[in-house]
């Protein structure tokens, strides 16, 4: 069974840092792509950040300059780090990643439960 577990979320002030982790767990062959989404109360879960297993990165606008993922293959771990904190970031940011199970299994989508990150104007 595969496990995707956040952390490093947390209360932040407007303009501060935060780094929040995804550690990849579990039986899994391989990770492809990898992203972090966040879903504010009342809106739809949207996507923050993707990133591929060669390093490709793509961002949304609003977190284009601020935001930067990573991600260490060895360790299966995924990271998200955050700057310049607006209060508009504050939502659960959860970590997707594609994967397979095994050398001739299709992709699978997986999920973690997500880390609140609250930034306080």
């Known amino acids: 069974q595969v496990q995707l577990v956040e952390s490093g979320g947390g209360l932040v002030q407007a303009g501060g840092s935060l780094r929040i982790s995804c550690v990849v767990s579990g039986s899994i062959f391989s990770i492809d792509g990898m992203a972090w989404y966040r879903q504010a109360p009342g809106r739809q879960r949207e996507p923050v950040a993707t990133?591929?297993?060669?390093?490709?990165?793509t961002y949304r606008d609003s977190v284009k300059g601020r935001f930067t993922i990573s991600r260490d293959n060895a360790k299966n771990t995924m990271y998200l780090q955050m700057d310049s904190l607006k209060s508009e970031d504050t939502a659960v940011y959860y970590c997707n990643a594609v994967g397979r199970a095994n050398g001739w299994s299709v992709p699978s989508d997986y999920w973690g439960r997500g880390t609140q990150v609250t930034v306080s104007s």
């Open positions: 990133i591929t297993d060669d390093g490709s990165t």
